[in-house]
């Protein structure tokens, strides 16, 4: 069954025009958070949230803003995409912060393609 | 600098083969370290995670080992098979004050082959 959903799964968006992808979790977990992944690198923390707080990190662009209305929904809204945004959006939860040794589980991702 | 570097970038073998990939990293303080497996177009699944403490630990044919003394760590594949072909990923956590890092290999790219 599926533990962390993320719709879609692939996202075409034009340049500038806003776009949200979701993500839902099964888990019941304290933390979620959202990568960006380009082609042939290794993912990249955009922000996290632990339970309602909200945890940015340095040098993510303000062009990417997250909500988590409920424990179960995160949204990645991305105000004005740009080209280079074009990527893949993974999601992940775990039931505390990784630095105390929880399981991290992914999302299936979405690729976000922007023309 | 935190960092966390992985090699070789990429690696070819032969169906039933076994394979060693490495993980060195500067992360300080240490509090753990991941190895993922990533097929094209999907999430990242956990394969193992270590603590400090621990030097060895196995989930399946994967093993991983870690020297926490000089910051090494390797993933074993025993007798691969064709659905191994993935990236691999190295993720090293360091908890730290007012929260965590997190920092990622960039991987290593197996291709297994018939």
């Known amino acids: 069954d599926a533990m962390v959903i993320q719709n879609p799964r692939y996202q075409v968006t034009q340049f500038g025009k806003p776009v949200t992808l979701s993500c839902s979790q099964t888990?019941?977990?304290?933390?979620m958070y959202w990568y960006q992944q380009k082609s042939s690198q290794a993912p990249k923390l955009l922000f996290h949230y632990y339970d309602k707080d909200f945890n940015n990190e340095a040098d993510t662009p303000d062009n990417f803003q997250s909500r988590r209305p409920n424990t179960s929904f995160c949204f990645l809204d991305i105000r004005s995409p740009g080209l280079g945004d074009a990527a893949m959006y993974l999601c992940?939860?775990?039931?505390?912060?990784?630095?105390?040794?929880?399981?991290?589980?992914f999302g299936p991702g979405t690729r976000l393609t922007v023309t | 600098k935190n960092q966390v570097e992985q090699s070789p970038q990429s690696l070819i073998i032969l169906e039933g083969k076994n394979c060693t990939l490495q993980c060195n990293y500067t992360v300080s303080p240490f509090s753990n370290l991941r190895w993922y497996k990533q097929d094209t177009g999907r999430g990242p699944v956990s394969l193992t995670i270590?603590?400090?403490?621990?030097n060895t630990k196995s989930n399946g044919r994967y093993t991983a080992t870690l020297d926490a003394d000089t910051k090494q760590s390797s993933l074993h594949i025993t007798a691969s098979q064709l659905s191994d072909s993935a990236s691999y990923i190295c993720?090293?956590?360091?908890?730290?004050?007012?929260?965590?890092?997190?920092?990622f290999g960039a991987g290593t790219r197996l291709f297994v082959k018939a």
């Open positions: 992940a939860t775990s039931r505390e912060p990784p630095g105390l040794s929880y399981e991290q589980y």
């Open positions: 888990l019941n977990h304290n933390v």
């Open positions: 993720v090293v956590s360091a908890r730290v004050t007012g929260g965590f890092k997190t920092i």
């Open positions: 270590m603590t400090f403490s621990e």
